[in-house]
């Protein structure tokens, strides 16, 4: 399975919201710092997961993006089949009458699998879970110079 740019880096600006988002609105210029993206790439995802309803925009000074609901509310999976054409990985998997072959296929039943369990963790893993587990990760790489 490989995951698109799209699906990563929009997960990334998801987190990037869900760490935030006590703070209120991010403008497009403090994500795109803090990820490291250009403009026009972020500006695309937001335009997408706006329209997903997974984020929220305002205008003006005190402007920006937020998350459309609370980071425990959003899946990974809701990102993920924000930016995927299909969830599966291979179209039997989806629709057993997109081969011929699919009675009598040996490997049918590993992609299967492999799909069931890749939703499965990408369902149950929230925006929560990712903010938490960055910042217990930036806490980790930061120096601590208490003498």
Known sequence: MKLG??????TRVMVELAQREEQGPLSLGEIVGRQELS???????????????LVLSSRG??????????AGQV?????YRTFESSESFVPCAEDASACRLWRTCATRDVW???????????????L???AERGRDLQAEATPNYSI
Not at 39 to 53: C, D, F, N, P, W
Not at 75 to 79: G, K
Request: glycine content about 8%.
């Open 128 to 130: 929560a879970d990712l």
């Open 39 to 53: 403009e026009k790439y972020v500006e695309s995802l937001m335009a997408t997961l706006r329209t997903a309803g």
């Open 75 to 79: 899946s990974v999976l809701d990102i």
């Open 5 to 10: 740019t799209k699906v990563r880096y929009g």
């Open 61 to 70: 000074s005190q402007g920006g993006y937020r998350l459309s609901r609370a």
């Open 112 to 126: 299967l699998a492999m799909h069931q369990a890749a939703m499965s963790v990408l369902r149950s893993t929230t």
